[in-house]
């Protein structure tokens, strides 16, 4: 196991001189391409447009790539829309007790049959694994849930998601963390919930995460590991193992479905290498999708998009916003990073060093429903996305650390380095840039023509073959308009045919929120991190 | 799965590696012809685009499936009969060449209507058609020069009587003077013994001074003002400028040696010496905008100025010649009569009694090294009897000219004689006017006098092309 250093702090001399140039690069890259290209349009525009054509023709590859994926993965989502999970969760009990299943193979329908071999596929591998499971009466879960301003109203649906469940509240522990500097309101609301549900579960616990602790910055990564240690000890207290345990940090506003944990436990008790991984589900923001606006809508669906993607590479899937893990891990890394505000991701990179790229990210073909950002007015809301965005673009922060790891690293194969090296640094670049180009800087070369470059044949043809890529990526958006349609929660009267049309029709704006929502602020992460400008957590407004 | 997506990936890659080489090869022209021309060649093609627009395409004798506007691909270098048909339009039929990687540009083909539309907009009988440039107003006079004088706006086919107050209507105007880009129109004459100077605009009060004095004899050859600050006015009387302020209702002696001044945007431009300077129309500010730019000139004597943009100006000597303050300098060495330019399109029309050339200014941006200005000149039409007056029309592509009383189209062509066309007679000793926002020939007519006009171009049909050139910009910036 390496003792690689994640923190930044601490660095000095020419290591601090370095994770400096590595901070200052993908903000330099991002505005160099930008810069360079409006530059390149405005005196070799022929030179632009070739550059530019090729880059909308890759656009379109990925953008098919991604599309072919994504509906990959939303069909593995819905293959798992009827699975009983805590039945599952029984055979393999059973299954570990006696080596064989007892009353399988009863599926019916397509779906049904192809997510009971997918099941069968999984006992085999575990049957073949040397590291059995604790039986699932052995599991608990812990649950922590970091608070700074969320209010009873935004806290209580997510608690009772917890009691509702299929899965036994007595096995789940509560964790509410609490920051000490939040309002008094904030610290009775979370008493309230705890004398109310306290009894329902293994055990409740509130844990007031103090200020200013040496080594913290205002980040929820310090309040959540500050809470973890504290459960830590009540589980040895109550000698529980950290190896039966699986950890899961939520966002507040999380409301997980029925069968959230029995999911949960399954896929921690099917995977063999289940101490060094994570299990991130797919990510939906249904709780108040009706009460946006449409562009804060169709971002959301767009990143619930990004991750039903990402889902589909598990080798190179990192956690991403509410997630679990194996507790056993978390406590062997350190905890959740205290000075870095995209703890989310961080943590998976923290494991990853710690065993030395021995850990990954499992995909749960499951889905957990947060809510959108709702500062209450449109303007009001459209400043708060912008805020948020801003800050999950500042997972960039990641990435001069992982480039440290990887260059400190020597266990790490080669090829793994460069591939999640890569694929960081461009995702961020991409966030940062592919907006602005093909919104754009794409159509600029033909307005600062010069007489050679309009009396060319270029001039006339890169217009249609951009209109013809453009066409053809109308597909993905099709595809992505009617997938967002089929994702949806199943409809409540109120939300008629006619508002989901109309939601549909929203998709038309993406250009737009793209430019404004996605990439400007991620420009902007990019240019503080370039600047040394670090940000803290900025908590986003949610309202019901 | 993975085995899946990794086969997909190296599926998309290929793809990607295949294809971009070819969209940019194709981008730029090239492709692979089979047959007798087998290899790879380097194609051309020709954008089309008519007023109006739906006309069929010819290429030889084979009909193409798109109408204009549209681009005609994949051509090799050579020369291309192109015939354009529509129904109650004469055909256009030229023989258009094609070059390798080169685009050949016919962007503003004007289709001839069989029946055109002529327009009567007032039936009553003038004598004088003066335009005022750059903007929409004609004036009209009635009984030789000393009648009274009408206001005509062609956009909103309104008609004013110059100068309502009763008081002027039988002692003004003297002299009239007009400004280009102002709606306004100047009067100068004696009433009760002053020189007055008055201002009419269109629907308002007239302004104007009362001067008394010394300047009884006062009477002014030349009359200017900015036309967004009407306040000032400059009079030229030999070659002292006095400046008449409109609203002290007082007047001055403004600058001495005067050759010949333009007002614009605010600063008087003027040639004194053998410099030409400028200064703002408070009298503030002085500044030396060509020094030395005399010897280009070639004689003493009057200079009109005629600014066409923040930079740009044209000098016309009393014997014609012609001459801007960028390189070359001289584009006629003699006998030009007037100039137009055409802003957008960094066009110059100019004449001369029996010629009609152009000059036009292209960006030239080398490989290496700033960009830099050229100068294309052009003869567009020569032997002409008595050219009065002429105009860009269809931005720029064709020109609309007066000789004699006759009214022509000419069709320039880059590779070939040009086209003229005779469009009709006007009233003897009458200019016609011609405006691309109308696409109207204003005229009166031969026999009756009435205001009449001929349209050229159907604005409402009129498509412009693609992505336009922003050249105007350029050369700002190569100031």
Known sequence: MSQFHFSRRKLSGGARVFERALEILPGLTSWSILIGLILLSVFQPVCA????????????????????????????????????????????????????????????GWKSKISESIFQKELKRLRAASSPPPLSADIYHLVIVPILKETAEILEPSIQSFVQGSFSPKQIFVVLAVEERAEKAVHEAAFALQAKYGNRFFDFLIVKHP?????????????????????????????????????????ADTVVSFDYFACLTYCFMVFPDRQRASFQPIPVYHNNIWDVPGFARILETGASFFQLTEASHPDRLVTFSSHSMSFKALVEVGYWP??????????????FFHYDGDYRTVPMFTTLSMDVVNAGGWWQTCVSVYKQKRRWAWGVENFPIVTRGFLQSKKIPIFERLRHGCKLFEGHIAWATWPFILGVIGWLPPFFTSREFSDSVIYYTAPRISGIIFNLASVSLLTTIVLSLMLLPKAKIKYSFFRRAVHALEWLAIPLVAIFFSALPALEAQTRLMLAKYMEFWVSDKKR | MKLFRRAVFFLFAAIFLIGAPQLVFYTLGYSFKAGSEQGIVQSGLIFLSTAPPGAAIYVGGRRYRETTPSIIRDLMPGHYPIRLVLKDYFPWARNVPVEAGKATVLGSVLLRPRQPDWKT??????????????????????????GPVEIYDWKSKKRYPLFTAPELKSHFPENLFISPGSLAVLGIGKFDGKIQVRLAKTGEEESGVSWTGAEKDFNPKQVKWDERDERYLFMRQENELKRADLYQKNASDFLSGVRGYAVDNRRVLYFSGQDFLSIDVTGKSPKAIWKD?????????EIEIIPVSPDMVFFLTAKGRLVTNHPPRIIADEKVQGVQFDKKNQKLLYWTETAVGSAEWISHKPAMGAPALEITKKTLLEGGRRIQTAFWAHDGAYVVYQDQNKVYLL?????????????????????????????????????????????????????????????????????
């Open chain 1, 49 to 108: 447009a070739i550059i530019i054509i090729v880059f909308e023709f890759y656009w379109l590859l990925r953008l098919f790539y991604l599309t072919l994926f994504l509906m990959l993965s939303y069909t593995r989502l819905s293959l798992e829309d009827k699975t009983n999970w805590l039945e599952r969760v029984r055979k393999v009990d059973d299954f570990m007790r006696n080596g064989a299943l007892s009353g399988s193979g009863a599926a019916s």
């Open chain 1, 338 to 351: 205290v000075d870095m505000v995209s703890d989310d991701s961080a943590i998976f990179w923290k494991a």
């Open chain 1, 211 to 251: 200020d200013g602790l040496e080594g913290e910055a205002r980040v929820k990564g310090a309040n959540a590991s500050f809470a973890a240690k504290a459960a830590h000890q009540v589980l040895v207290s109550r000698s529980i193992a950290p190896e039966q345990v699986i950890v899961s940090c939520f966002d």
């Open chain 2, 293 to 301: 730019a005399d010897s280009f000139l070639g004689e003493e004597g």
């Open chain 2, 121 to 146: 907009h007032i039936l009553q009988t003038y004598d004088r058609l003066i335009s005022i440039p750059a903007t929409h107003h004609l004036l009209l006079q009635k009984d030789g020069d000393s």
């Open chain 2, 411 to 479: 069709e320039p062509q880059a590779f070939a004689d040009p086209l003229v066309y005779e469009l009709f007679e006007v009233k003897n000793g009458s200019q016609a006017f011609y405006s691309d926002d109308s696409g109207e020939v204003f005229y009166l007519d031969k026999n009756t006098g009435h205001l009449m006009s001929l349209e050229l171009i159907p604005k409402w049909k009129v498509m412009e092309v693609p992505l336009a050139l922003i050249r105007e910009k350029e050369i700002e910036t190569l100031k």
